[in-house]
Each structure stands twice: as structure tokens, then as C-alpha cells.
């Protein structure tokens, strides 16, 4: 949940309040008690820089890796090493495979 930040224009007092986006902002003042509560436009704590988010930045030592190529079809967790194999034909052992001459 983010912190805003309010202030009362009749007398001046500043406070912060922790709540969710869809709240309500406060219509009165804690200290004074008037109803002249303005939300204040505040610069927040952090920045975010750089090229973006890499796979391996919060990656414990015993996670996998996984390939982020082949996506989250979902389901299938077959290596990519065994489609190849699949696809490509089997060698001949030049035996009896019914060659006649």
C-alpha cells in the first residue's frame, strides 16, 4: 500500500497516511479539524534505472535457471536438448531393413 502525503490549508498541518488506492483520502484535519485536507504531490524514495529486470537478479543458489525464450506455455518442463533429437533422423545400421537388389 503507498503513503501520501496531506496537508490542511487552514493551518498548515502536514501528515502521511498509509492507505489502499481505492480509500478515500481524509476530509478533515487531525489537528485543527477543518474540513480543507489536500492530498500533496511527493516524489518517491526510489528510482528505477537501468536496462530492466534480469532473470538472474533475486535468484537464489539452488534455483534453476529456465529458458525465458521459450516462454510459460505452460505444462510441458521438457529440455530443450531432447526436441532436436526428435526431429532429426535416425542413423542406419546398414543392416536388414528390407533393401533389395
Not at 28 to 36: E, F, K, Q
Not at 67 to 78: A, K
Request: hydrophobic share 25%.
Amino acid at each position: 500500500m503507498p503513503i501520501y502525503a496531506f496537508q490542511c490549508t487552514t493551518c498548515g498541518h502536514s501528515f502521511d497516511r498509509l492507505q489502499k488506492l481505492s480509500d478515500a483520502d481524509p476530509d478533515t484535519c487531525p489537528s485543527c479539524g477543518a474540513p480543507t485536507v489536500k492530498r500533496q504531490v511527493t516524489a518517491p524514495s526510489f528510482r528505477l534505472a537501468g536496462g530492466g529486470w534480469y532473470e538472474t537478479d533475486f535468484k537464489k543458489d539452488g534455483d534453476k535457471k529456465r529458458n525465458l525464450v521459450e516462454g510459460n506455455s505452460g505444462g510441458s518442463s521438457t529440455p530443450a536438448a531432447a526436441t532436436p533429437a526428435a526431429s532429426s533422423p535416425a542413423p542406419s545400421s546398414g543392416g536388414s531393413s528390407g533393401s533389395s537388389d
